[in-house]
């Protein structure tokens, strides 16, 4: 009998824990959708480290680019967005081929450059600067559809302290700061 009360307890704490992990999430997909959060994430995948030596941002065969599955991974951003309740969003990326690729690929909407969400992976020192400015320009947007940002690794962790995989977005509070609440790590397919 006592076995049978701890397994029904146990049974009935595991059914509640997606439930739990959902609510968390709804919150913040509710901060996106509602213009009161950001979704910031990591190009998809794009096999190797940095870029080569000749790397040159105006053309891309010098730089590191996303494979077959890094272009899959950004198409599925689209249904994950719309599974959401987001068709659509004002979309900024990095200039880096494979991040342009991404937000391209997500087909969320017009992609608008911004250089503040490039790469500072050879230039660590140009993190702050590049990292303050990516928060004064998110600040300063006026209300409209949801805001997607793609860009680096040292970029995001840059802000947020998270190391993100590839294809992994982050959804923060606003307004942005230079210490950010991280509502909820997200990805297709997790």
């Known amino acids: 009998m006592i076995c ?3 397994f029904s307890g146990l049974l009935a704490l595991l059914v509640s824990l997606p439930a739990v992990a959902a ?4 919150e913040a ?9 950001v979704l910031m994430l990591r190009h998809a995948l794009a096999p190797g480290t940095g870029d080569p030596g000749n790397f040159d941002i105006n053309d891309c065969s010098t730089q590191r680019n ?12 689209k249904p994950f967005l719309a599974d959401h309740g987001i068709p659509e969003a004002r979309v900024f990326s990095s200039q880096w081929c494979r991040c342009m690729d991404t937000a391209t690929g997500m087909d969320m909407g017009k992609v608008t450059e911004w250089p503040s969400l490039n790469s500072f992976f050879r230039n660590r020192g140009d993190g702050p ?27 995001i962790t840059g802000l947020t302290g998270i190391f993100p995989s590839s294809n992994e977005g982050a959804i923060i509070a606003l307004p942005l700061s230079e210490d950010p609440t991280v ?3 997200v990805s297709p397919g997790r």
Do not use: C, F, K
Request: zero cysteines; a negative charge.
């Open 4 to 6: 049978r009360i701890l």
């Open 23 to 26: 609510d968390n999430n709804e």
């Open 29 to 37: 997909w509710n901060a996106l959708r509602e213009g009161g959060a």
């Open 66 to 77: 996303l494979n077959d599955v890094g272009r899959e991974q950004a198409r599925a951003w």
């Open 129 to 155: 600067a590049q990292t303050r400015q990516t928060i004064a320009l998110v600040n300063e947007l006026e209300d409209g559809a949801p805001v997607i940002m793609v860009s680096h690794q040292v970029n």
């Open 183 to 185: 509502l909820a790590r």
